[in-house]
C-alpha cells in the first residue's frame, strides 16, 4: 500500500498536528503497523477500517479513532477511494492514562474546532499557544465522548450476541458513508446488513447515541465541512453532491449544526470569529 501523503501543520512541545492523505485504491489490509505516539486522528474525507486483532472499527468523518503509543494495528479501504485525516500527536506524558477506547463520536462542536485550527495553522496566524490548547481542548472532548463507546456500553464485549451486534452498526455505518448521498429506506438498509428494521433501529440509538438519520445528517455536515474549508465548494453543487435538497437546505442544517452559515466559513478563519462560533457550537447540542 502506498505511502499517505503528510503535511506538517505545527510541531511543538506537547504536540505535533499533521494532515495525510491517502489515495491508494487497494482495499486489502496493510501490513501491521505501530502508532508512534498517543494520536486522535479524525478522519475528514472517505472511510477506512481500523483492524486491532479480529476487532474492526469503521474510521468515518463523524468519528475519530484514539491510538496508544506502541498499539499494533492494521488498516484497509473497503471501498477503495481512500482517506483524508488529520493527526494530533502527543508527547509522553500528556495523556494521563492510556485510552480505554477505539474510537468517538465527535461532537460538531470539536469538528468546528478541528477545521479551525488547520485553516489557521496553514495561514500562519496560530499561534503555538493556541495551537497547543485547541489540541488539548480537543483531547479532553474526545474522552468525554469516548463514554459513548467504552466497553461499559459493550464495545467489544465477548459474547457472540454483542460482536454481532458491533458488525451490525459497523457494516450500517460503511453502508452509509460508501458514498453518504445515496438514499436508502430503513428497510433497504436493513436488508444490506442481514438485520431486521427494528432490531438495526434499535440496537444503533443504543451504540452511537444517535438515530441512523441523524447520524447520515452529522456524517453529510462533517463532508460539507471539509470541502468548504478545503476548496470553498460551490453550495449548489455541494447540495446535490450529498444529497441536500437544495442549497437552502444545506445551508440551514449547516448554521443549525455549527452556528455559522457556510458561507461565512469560506470567507473568513479570523481568530475572534472562530472562538465565537466555538463557544457558541459547544452550547449547542448538535442534530
Known amino acids: ?35 508512534a505516539a498517543d494520536q486522535l486522528v479524525f478522519i475528514r474525507g472517505g472511510v477506512f477500517v481500523r483492524h486491532d486483532g479480529n476487532r474492526r472499527v469503521l474510521a468515518e468523518p463523524t468519528s475519530a479513532l484514539l491510538f496508544n503509543r506502541q ?12 482517506d483524508d485525516c488529520t493527526v494530533l500527536a ?14 468517538a463520536r465527535v461532537p460538531p462542536a470539536t469538528l468546528l474546532q478541528v477545521q479551525s485550527l488547520r ?8 499561534s503555538d499557544l493556541e495551537a497547543e490548547e485547541t489540541a488539548l481542548e480537543q483531547l479532553g472532548a474526545l474522552l468525554a465522548a469516548t463514554s459513548d463507546t467504552k466497553n461499559g456500553k459493550g464495545e467489544f ?52 447515541g444517535l438515530p441512523v438519520y441523524q447520524y447520515l445528517l452529522r456524517l453529510r455536515l462533517a463532508v460539507a465541512l471539509d470541502r468548504i474549508v478545503e476548496d470553498g465548494a460551490n453550495l449548489s453543487a455541494l447540495a446535490f453532491d450529498l444529497g441536500f435538497s437544495s442549497h437552502s437546505h444545506l445551508t440551514t442544517l449547516f448554521r443549525r449544526a455549527f452556528g455559522v452559515p457556510p458561507s461565512m466559513l469560506k470567507k473568513t478563519a479570523t481568530g475572534p470569529l472562530v472562538r465565537r462560533l466555538r463557544r457558541d457550537a459547544s452550547h449547542r447540542s448538535g442534530l
Open 71 to 82: 498499539q499494533p494495528y492494521r488498516v484497509s479501504h473497503p471501498h477503495g477511494g481512500g
Open 90 to 103: 502527543f508527547a509522553p506524558g500528556v495523556c494521563d492514562a492510556p485510552f480505554q477506547a477505539t474510537h
Open 1 to 35: 500500500m502506498a505511502a499517505p501523503r503528510a503535511q506538517p501543520l505545527f510541531f511543538g512541545t506537547l504536540v505535533t498536528i499533521t494532515d495525510f492523505r491517502c489515495r491508494h485504491p487497494d482495499s486489502g489490509c496493510s501490513a501491521e503497523e505501530y502508532a
Open 119 to 126: 485553516r489557521r495553522l496553514r495561514a500562519g496566524v496560530a
Open 157 to 208: 464485549e465477548d459474547s457472540t450476541t454483542e460482536r454481532r451486534r458491533h458488525e451490525i452498526v459497523e457494516a450500517t455505518k460503511l453502508t452509509l458513508a460508501s458514498p453518504p448521498n445515496a438514499r436508502m429506506s430503513l428497510a433497504e438498509l436493513a436488508r444490506a446488513v442481514d438485520c431486521s428494521p427494528f432490531h438495526l433501529s434499535r440496537i444503533f440509538r443504543q451504540r452511537v
